[in-house]
Each structure stands twice: as structure tokens, then as C-alpha cells.
């Protein structure tokens, strides 16, 4: 787990940003001995501050103690008291997301855009080493649940 910093904003109606929070953003798919880089945090092409992001693309460390650091977080800084069946929710809600049928009651869902953010979701979680990965998988579910409809 790597602990890095973000910023949260609001806009108002013209898109300009009226509130802006530093907060702390954790990496579950990473972990303490992995390299921070600095970056400018631009919105409307306007940087509103520095944010630390993971300086690779992957974890040097071992996927079983990520996984280990992401239970061992859940029950001591969230007091999640069932932190296996906290993340397999998450799960669930991810592959339920990517699953969902194509249009929903008020606007059609980009099925692409909704494999990603539920595949970043279970690499943040530590279920996945990557996206691709994870989109992989989730598309292969999705594939077998149309199949199977």
C-alpha cells in the first residue's frame, strides 16, 4: 500500500474551481517500497497544485504482501471487521458494473469506460496487477453472463 497525495476540487457552473482539499491517495496496487514522483495537478489546463502519483507502471513488490498490507489497512485504519468479504463486495460491485446491460433508465453506459474504472477499482484493491488484466477479465464475464442471458 503506498500512500500518496491528490488533490479533491469542486467547480462552479462556468467550470472554474471554487474549493479545492489535499487528501491523502492510497495505492493499494503499490506498495511503501515503491518510487513517489511529483506531479502538476492541471484542471482546464490550470494547475491547481502538486499531487504524488507511483513513479512506475508496476509494484516492485510481492502481490501476496500488497495484498496482505490492503487486509491488514482495512482492519486497523477502516475497523472493517470482515476485510476478505469487504474487497470480494468490491469485487462484486465491479464486475456488476462492467456487467450491467448497455443502457440504463436515463442514459446509454460506455461499456468501455465502465470496464475501465471498475478494472482500476480491483488493481486499487490489489485482485489484479494491472488494468489490462483486470479489463481481461471482467470482459470475459461479461462475454459468459450475455452468453449464458
Known sequence: MLTCKDIAYKRNEK??????????????????????EERDKTVGGKSIGKIQVPKADKTV???????????????DVRKVSEPLLHVLRFFSKGDDLATRPTFTADKPVDVDKATEAAAKKLVALGLFSSVAEASADIR???????ATA
Open 61 to 75: 513488490m510481492d502481490h501476496n504482501d500488497l495484498f496482505a498490507e490492503t487486509i491488514t489497512y482495512l482492519q
Open 15 to 36: 467550470g472554474e474551481v471554487v474549493e479545492q482539499k489535499v487528501y491523502d491517495r492510497i495505492y493499494f496496487e503499490f506498495g511503501s517500497a515503491d518510487p513517489i
Open 140 to 146: 470475459a464475464r461479461r462475454e459468459a453472463k450475455l
